[in-house]
T-cell receptor
Framework: NAGVTQTPKFQVLKTGQSMTLQCAQDMNHEYMSWYRQDPGMGLRLIHYSVGAGITDQGEVPNGYNVSRSTTEDFPLRLLSAAPSQTSVYFC????????????????FGEGSRLTVL | AQTVTQSQPEMSVQEAETVTLSCTYDTSESNYYLFWYKQPPSRQMILVIRQEAYKQQNATENRFSVNFQKAAKSFSLKISDSQLGDTAMYFCAFMKSGNQFYFGTGTSLTVIP
């Protein structure tokens, strides 16, 4: 029962490098999202997707790209890493609100700690 | 825009005592959901409790209960009989239609033996 799987769990990058954080879920959730967590700022939404082929921007999308080619996968791409992107990143998924009685609660991955030097 | 405010950055409680974490939110939505998530040192985000805004009855899950005051836009979490395993960061979250979540900045709770 894997749930939401994020890889890698830790990554160190140099400024200007690019990388992809992987996220996969096996619960057939339509909704997937990426958050970043910074001290004193809670979790802030980067990008989200309501289904395969559909993505949209959240609160802090600059410097990040996403795609959703399948229901299961939702990778987050850092195009040119900057020190300001040093953070802990969480992928989360859920059923649409109301579907099958669900209340839309988010199921989170274990997080990925990214350091940009 | 929706905002979620947790005004207590840090709190502590003696083991077996009761503690209440505060959360207020601002929204013009009429139908929404509220959640408390717990993040222990392991970093995993764990759902503690949820509340549907259209329900007047406060949600309860074992030692965890909420005081939901819709008119005041307040959603506090009460932890009874605090245990060492309750030591964690607690996040209040608001969700509106479309599964749009908004999180507070968190309250770090320490349970003292």
């Amino acid at each position: 029962n894997a749930g939401v799987t994020q890889t890698p769990k830790f990554q160190v990058l140099k400024t200007g490098q690019s990388m992809t954080l992987q996220c996969a879920q096996d619960m057939n959730h339509e909704y997937m999202s990426w958050y970043r967590q910074d001290p004193g700022m809670g979790l802030r939404l980067i990008h989200y997707s309501v289904g395969a082929g559909i993505t949209d921007q959240g609160e802090v999308p600059n410097g990040y790209n996403v795609s959703r080619s399948t229901t299961e996968d939702f990778p987050l791409r850092l195009l040119s890493a900057a020190p300001s992107q040093t953070s802990v990143y969480f992928c989360a998924s859920s059923y649409p609100l109301g579907q099958g009685g669900n209340t839309g609660e988010l199921f989170f991955g274990e997080g990925s700690r990214l350091t940009v030097l | 825009a929706q905002t979620v405010t947790q005004s207590q950055p840090e709190m502590s409680v003696q083991e077996a005592e009761t503690v209440t974490l505060s959360c207020t939110y601002d929204t013009s939505e009429s139908n929404y959901y509220l959640f408390w998530y717990k993040q222990p040192p392991s970093r995993q985000m764990i759902l503690v409790i949820r509340q549907e805004a259209y329900k007047q009855q406060n949600a309860t899950e074992n030692r965890f209960s909420v005081n939901f005051q819709k008119a005041a836009k307040s959603f506090s979490l009460k932890i009874s009989d605090s245990q060492l395993g309750d030591t964690a960061m607690y996040f209040c979250a608001f969700m509106k239609s479309g599964n749009q979540f908004y999180f507070g900045t968190g309250t770090s709770l320490t349970v003292i033996p």
